[in-house]
């Protein structure tokens, strides 16, 4: 795609302009039966504009090709600017001189043969099917390639440019005896040859046989565990919390925090556009991404920004400008948002109390004063025995369940955009029968 010529159309019509262009390639392969059953291949290439005139800026998106591509920006940023309000606030970045290195591409898994790829996807599923033979049948089994090229350039001399490759592993089984169990897993790299096809199985395999004979807890405050799965789930109501459009618009309980003792002195997130599955050199408006010390041994040390409410409340951007693809305007969003490993292991069988391996309806969640009653799936581990329990509610308050951390473990874990170790948590109120 001829970049320059396309910048030189709108340059015509705007002075002060942004342009996005994202390629991506999607594989998609799916098993049953330790049999392919399915594969999709899917490409698009899509450009997006942003463009300030008269202080108002508008948004516009094709996935024309690149004789039409200008005109169709145009028509619609056009069609749309007379009824957009005056925002002195919207602009752009200016020049950068350098980006972090990063290696994210893995042209080497790209050129992969399809059978070697499969054999990863059927290394799982055959993992899965052999662990036990309570272990009846598996669901959603797939793999997924893709392929990501974005580039940015603006008015004000950004030329940013990078790719990455992602790969997703994923599936379900179900387990049967007395009753019935299930459990989805996932995990995600780089390059191809990070993916662990059978460990990734057996792992999925062990936590629903695991699940089988579940009771309910009795109702009462437990000590436990959350999970690396359960504890992202916690991080991601948090990070909520943390972003400067939610200090804007006055969503959070952490405004005024900054440099206070908010949470357990054992906590350290980090926000870091170098990590989780959104890595990349730069942010969605073409700022180098770095590393953000959100909280350090307890203490909130910042709130995320992009660059529109970075200059609505006079900060400077931390590279947590996001897109979710070409359709929308970035936003301010974390980016990979992480609590820093401890040097605990928490999965020591000698722990007594309760283990929350899966919470469910984090959406249902407050997440301004941090309110929270979820569904929960663990264990209860009483002298040496594990007892799956499932249908409990865990409620409480988000704020307090992080100062209440005793222990942080080891085993950091990124599911998505956020990553996150065990953590060993007191007072878990638990309604069961």
Not at 160 to 186: G, I, N
Not at 307 to 315: A, F, I, S
């Amino acid at each position: 795609m001829d970049i320059e010529r396309i910048e030189k159309g709108i340059k015509a019509a705007f002075g002060n302009y942004e342009l996005f262009f994202l390629k991506e390639r999607l594989k998609k392969y799916e098993s049953r039966n330790t049999e392919l059953c399915g594969a999709e291949v899917k490409e698009e290439i899509g450009i997006a504009l942003r463009a300030v005139k008269d202080g108002r800026m508008v948004f516009s998106y094709t996935f024309d090709d690149e004789e039409r591509a200008v005109a169709s920006l145009l028509d619609n940023a056009t069609a749309i600017l007379p009824f957009l309000e005056e925002d002195r606030d919207r602009g752009f970045p200016g020049l950068f001189t350098a980006y972090p290195e990063m290696n994210i591409y893995d042209g080497e898994g790209l050129a992969t043969d399809d059978a070697a790829k499969t054999t990863v996807l059927m290394d799982m599923e055959r993992a899965i099917l052999n662990f036990d033979p309570r272990i009846k049948t598996t669901r959603n089994c797939e793999l997924q390639e893709a392929e990501i090229e974005a580039t940015i350039v603006n008015s004000l001399g950004i030329r940013a440019s990078a790719r990455k490759t992602l790969y997703t592993l994923m599936a379900m089984c179900v387990a049967k005896d007395t009753d019935e169990a299930s459990w989805f897993d996932w995990s995600w790299a780089h390059s191809l040859r990070e993916l662990d096809g059978a460990g990734l199985g057996a792992d999925i395999a062990r936590m629903a046989v695991s699940l089988l004979s579940s009771t309910q807890l009795d109702t009462g405050i437990y000590e436990g565990i959350l999970t690396p799965q359960a504890s992202c789930d916690i991080l991601d109501l948090l990070s909520e919390s943390v972003l400067s459009e939610n200090l804007y618009k006055k969503k959070t309980r952490l405004a005024d925090k900054v440099g206070t003792r908010c949470f357990s002195p054992l906590l350290s997130i980090t926000d870091s556009g170098l990590a989780g599955v959104e890595s990349f050199p730069f942010d969605g408006e073409g700022v180098p991404s770095r590393e953000n010390h959100v909280v350090k041994e307890g203490y909130f040390e910042t709130f995320l920004y992009d660059g529109y409410y970075g200059r609505k409340l006079g900060k400077p951007s931390t590279a947590n400008s996001v897109r979710s693809g070409v359709k929308d305007p970035p936003q301010c969003a974390p980016r990979g948002f992480f609590i820093e490993k401890g040097k605990e292991d928490l999965n020591d069988s000698a722990f007594e109390g309760v283990v929350i391996a899966e919470l469910m309806g984090t959406h249902t969640a407050n997440p301004i004063t941090g309110d929270f009653s979820l569904g929960a799936t663990g264990y209860l581990r009483r002298n040496g025995t594990a007892t799956p329990f499932t249908g409990v509610i865990l409620s409480g308050n988000l704020f307090d369940l992080l100062r209440s951390i005793k222990g942080v473990g080891s085993d950091l874990k990124f599911y998505g955009s956020h990553g996150s170790p065990s953590l060993h948590v007191d007072g878990l109120r638990i309604s069961g029968r």
